[in-house]
């Protein structure tokens, strides 16, 4: 390799292959080149990740188009409480103190009117309350002297502090109150040190609730007014979305072991994963649905915590079938004759279930009693016990020597099959005791969602619910028939 000449831009090599045969130019580039090239990489590079980050976001607000309207709501809450740092009177009424208004709103303002609702309230309380305490602490403290003061308003801290938190430990307390017992704690310690050393305490307790009060009340009107997002709904939606999952898993997997097909129906098979998942989602959404005025076709004392009992009962029959996955995707193989005698019974106990889970997410959807579960779920119970009685005559199919007595009395079924071994049998009765066991966590899943048509007075087929009902059938005193109690008392 030798240089040939040198360019402007540096010395350009020849580079001579082993056989001769060829000769490759090389040129070296100079540092300003080097310069030029690396940046416009790093440009490119860079536009290429604000053009992923950009899609990534376009799709995300596409998906769920909810999340770009909570920002704009947002947005929306905060250019009005802002109007009193524009506004020379409103500023003048509430001082300097309004920037606690733009917090309020800022620490408050969640994607549902159910937690919004929640915190606004919980401020409001403990910052009334925490801060007429104050005041009360900071006159008693005036009144003991110069000595005492300090004293009087440490010990008020650590006393209120230590009770509100401990307060936050006790599961009541913290479903309903978290929030404000910390905004307590913080209002009560603020406002009782800084009253110690501001002379006009009370103008400053005056300023900071009313700012807070008014951030509260921005949130709550813009949450409710613009495109409000109910969590009861949420929750009703998020129930009824997952007992179709779970019907679809339960008959899915049973199918696809019984048929050895795998395909298009792998994904609701894996249904049952997100019920066992939303307990968290479920929880938060009933909590956050009890502080919710009335709206659409719930009322404001609907039966939130009924939607987590329907859950817990969802979740054991999920564990029941991921139990019934794992069986089926397990090494060891049923015999194919034990599983043809057991298939037609399998598929009738899961297709059974299914219909009546299916029947009971259509009973929650549309708020409306079911005329037909009860059948369905007599069909169920007789589909269980048939497949008790295909148990039973498995008991002739042990790989156990039999006698010549007994071959004469065999039955028709071992005949077909044949001596299975034990190991075989075990996969398809154990998948069939799961069965039975999903189909009674199924009917105690029709208990609960009874329940729940019993405390919110779901509507019956004629569209009256069950309260108008049994008032439609008292009959009037001017009415009753003679012979009744109350005619023979009148005479």
Request: charged share 20%; hydrophobic share 45%.
């Amino acid at each position: 390799m030798a240089p040939v000449k040198e360019g402007f831009e540096g010395v350009e090599w020849r580079i001579r292959v082993a056989d001769g045969s060829s000769v490759v130019p090389v040129s070296d580039i100079g540092f300003a080149r080097k310069v030029w090239l690396r940046a416009k990489g790093l440009v490119s590079c860079l536009g290429l990740n604000v053009w992923m980050f950009l899609k990534k976001a376009w799709d995300i607000g596409a998906n769920d188009p909810r999340k770009v309207i909570h920002c704009l709501k947002v947005g929306l809450a905060l250019t009005l409480v802002s109007l009193f740092y524009f506004m020379r009177p409103l500023y003048d009424g509430v001082g300097g103190n309004a920037m606690w208004a733009v917090m309020t709103v800022v620490l408050v303002f969640e994607p549902n009117v159910g937690a919004t609702l929640y915190k606004c309230l919980n401020r409001m309380f403990a910052t009334f309350l925490a801060g007429f305490l104050a005041f009360g602490v900071h006159w008693i403290a005036s009144q003991s002297g110069d000595r005492f003061e300090p004293f009087v308003v440490g010990a008020s801290v650590f006393l209120l502090a230590s009770m509100a938190t401990f307060s936050r430990f006790i599961p009541s307390v913290k479903s309903l109150f978290d929030y404000g017992a910390m905004i307590f704690i913080l209002t009560f310690s603020f406002v009782a040190v800084s009253g110690y050393r501001v002379d006009k305490l009370f103008d400053f307790a005056h300023q900071r609730i009313s700012t807070i009060f008014i951030g509260t009340s921005l949130c709550i009107l813009v949450i409710i007014l613009v495109c409000p997002i109910w969590c009861g709904q949420e929750l009703h939606g998020l129930t009824v979305r997952n007992m179709d999952k779970l019907a679809d898993s339960l008959n899915g997997c049973v199918a696809q072991y019984f048929t050895n097909i795998k395909g298009e129906d792998d994904k609701k098979v894996q249904g049952y994963k997100c019920v066992l998942s939303s307990k968290a989602s479920e929880d938060s959404m009933a909590n956050f649905a009890r502080w919710e005025p009335s709206h659409g076709q719930f009322n404001f004392r609907h039966p939130w915590k009924q939607y987590q009992k329907i859950g817990a009962s969802m979740r054991s029959c999920a564990y029941c079938i991921e139990a019934l996955n794992s069986c089926t995707n397990k090494e060891n193989k049923a015999a194919e004759s034990i599983k043809k005698h057991l298939s037609t019974s399998c598929l009738k106990v899961s297709s059974t279930s299914s219909s009546v889970i299916r029947e009971l997410a259509e009973t929650v959807k549309k708020m409306k009693t079911s005329p037909t579960i009860f059948m369905f779920v007599g069909e169920m119970n007789r589909a269980v016990e048939q497949l008790r009685n295909d148990l039973k005559s498995l008991s002739r199919l042990l790989d156990l020597s039999t006698t010549a007595e007994n071959k004469e009395h065999e039955t028709p079924l071992a005949e077909a099959t044949g001596s299975v071994s034990f190991m075989e049998i075990i996969p398809v009765v154990t998948l069939a005791s799961i069965l039975i066991d999903i189909a009674a966590r199924t009917e105690a899943l029709v208990g609960s969602v009874e329940e729940l048509a019993k405390l919110a007075d779901f509507a019956t087929n004629d569209g009256k619910s069950k309260k108008s009902e049994m008032k439609d059938k008292i009959v009037p005193d001017e009415e009753k028939p003679e012979g009744t109690l109350e005619a023979v008392q009148r005479v």
